[in-house]
């Protein structure tokens, strides 16, 4: 049976995360609060802002950039996207 969260980003009860997503206070948090769905659609849209930005992993400034979109997405903030990017076609 699947444990449910309050999910911050869609305000309704829906299936957690079956365990944090990385260690620490913020994975617990991120656990505690944040949806399956929702992390799924972070993942999404974090790796197009990776692709479409060319953002290096490697670099202090470009990890701090997408830890800060992680929480403005979570929060029905307004966060950055790609300019002109186009979702394909499913």
């Known amino acids: 049976m699947s444990r449910t969260v309050f999910c911050r980003k869609y305000r309704e009860d829906l299936p957690g995360l079956e365990q944090p997503p990385f260690p620490g206070p913020k994975g617990q948090e991120i656990f505690d ?10 993942l ?7 692709n ?8 202090l400034t470009a990890r701090t950039y997408l830890n800060e979109q992680r ?9 950055d996207s790609a300019e002109g990017y186009v979702p394909p076609s499913r």
């Open 44 to 50: 999404a849209h974090q790796t197009m802002l990776i």
């Open 71 to 79: 929480d403005k997405f979570f929060a029905g903030a307004e966060h």
């Open 33 to 42: 609060t944040v949806s399956q769905r929702a992390w799924d659609a972070w």
């Open 52 to 59: 479409e930005k060319r953002l290096n992993l490697m670099d």
